[in-house]
């Protein structure tokens, strides 16, 4: 999940929660308001952790090199994601 949702879920729970005082038979939109709050937060979170495992990690490019010697040669190419 990216941030635009987290941040849609906390407006939109917000919101729910603290804003609207209609009552609805069998729901509780103060508690839906919370539980929304909750996975917005989540998905914030969750969008900055994979965000900066990601930018931490290599792209490597194995290749073999056939220049007469036996067995050919491999080549490493490492290359940071950013």
Same mark, same amino acid.
């Given at each position: 999940?990216?941030?635009?949702? %987290?941040?849609? $879920?906390?407006?939109? #729970?917000? &919101? @729910?929660?603290? *804003?609207?005082?209609?009552? +609805?038979? %069998?729901?509780? $939109?103060?508690?839906? #308001?919370? &539980? @929304?709050?909750? *996975?917005?937060?989540?998905? +914030?979170?969750?969008?900055?952790?994979?965000?900066?495992?990601?930018?931490?990690?290599?792209?490597?490019?194995?290749?073999?090199?056939?220049?007469?010697?036996?067995?050919?040669?491999?080549?490493?190419?490492?290359?940071?994601?950013?």
């Amino acid at each position: 999940m990216k941030f635009g949702p %987290g941040i849609a $879920l906390l407006a939109i #729970g917000a &919101i @729910l929660a603290f *804003a609207v005082s209609d009552n +609805i038979s %069998g729901v509780d $939109l103060t508690m839906v #308001g919370y &539980i @929304l709050m909750g *996975a917005g937060a989540l998905g +914030i979170v969750l969008g900055l952790v994979l965000a900066s495992s990601r930018r931490g990690t290599r792209s490597t490019t194995r290749r073999v090199v056939d220049d007469g010697t036996n067995p050919p040669r491999e080549e490493v190419i490492r290359r940071d994601l950013q």
